[in-house]
């Protein structure tokens, strides 16, 4: 339901929309104006676009893992099910590394990306609940509704990816399910084991799985007011989340969309848009820099590499996911999802039309960033297995001088 303005305060807002630097639909200079359309191009064409592709592979992930935990427990998996759910896995973890440009919003508000996301996985903790039968036994019986129970670094695509990898390589069938002794370690450093059947391991991904999928339907929900109505539903009643902007009627696009408007989240486009290359692209890119490669690479105050602190280390995939962050910049650029060319009302035709110079030179650092990491993943040499490799390095150094272009251009557009 759509929130009903009074018309004492819609008319207060027409009259605000008289000032050129309102986003109102009155009179706007021509830079808030193309602004206006870029954000309008956006939100459907990248952040919808690109969180219905994840809830639709998440749903599908999760209905793989429930039937290889049947066909587990009825002797029938065979390893084309395991083949097929990595394939799965690994074109959903591409979409929610493509997202990662927009983790402002409902992502951050709810607590989503750390829930679905978190990492390095905790082993120790992970072997305690894997070989815990009781709690086996209720995941088995009641799936993500006793999902409380798991430690939440053992959740989400990190759980699953142990599940499903190991040393880069798609287990076998025969190892998920005749089960393992994981040696472990505690935060004292002590040495643990615990025994896991091959059943547990298959119970607890199909119930992280099935939380996953709720999470990032919930994503696709948050933004889009266009999401499947039964998609709507599941969230909003049989789960009874949140799903709205600040708890208004709002979804947080319509809310984005709103600019200027009762509703809306900001008051002019310039600030709208200045969100988006701060809290999404310099957000993403900072994090990819200096959290997801420079932790690893690079020594510490003590002069050490934490080689422990590398994202997707068991898929071997880290490298894929960080050039999967930057392309999610280059969406947001660009207007549109999964695009290698921008559409015309983008945030870069913006920059190249008013400031060519400055336009050029972020498609130029984009470029750079983008080539550092494909030149990481020609090489063939996982981040993990060489975290401290010259590629590397020189992909902190793209990847830096990418988000100090986007500032640039975030106080090009401020000051407007």
Known sequence: MKKIIPIALLAATVLAGCDKNKGFQGDLSEEEAELKAAVEQYVPGV??????????????????????KAKAKANTLVQADIDAIATKFLKAREYWEKSEAFLYGAASDFGIDPHIDDWPLDLNVLSKTLS????????????????????????????????LFRDGNVRGVADITSGETIVSETDEGVEESYVVTGINELIFAAAVAEDLRSACSRLHVCWDPGAPAERISYIADELELPYTSGGSAYTY???????????GIHEFWTEASTKIFVSGMQNICNEVAHTKIATANSQNEEGVHDSSYIESPYSKNSYRDFLDNILSIQYSLYGKADSDAPVDASFINFLKKHNSALGSKLESALAGAKASLQACIDRGVAFVDEPTADCASNAIEKIDALNNVLGEAADYISRL
């Open 132 to 163: 815990n039968n009781v709690l086996m036994n209720d995941l088995d019986t009641y799936g993500a509704d006793r999902i409380s129970s798991v430690g939440e670094s053992s959740l989400g695509f990190h759980g699953l990816e142990y599940i």
């Open 47 to 68: 952040i919808y676009s690109i969180y219905g592709t994840l809830a639709d592979e998440t749903t599908d992930l999760s209905d793989l893992f429930a039937e290889a």
């Open 253 to 263: 696009g319509e809310s984005l969309l709103r600019t200027g408007l009762v509703g």
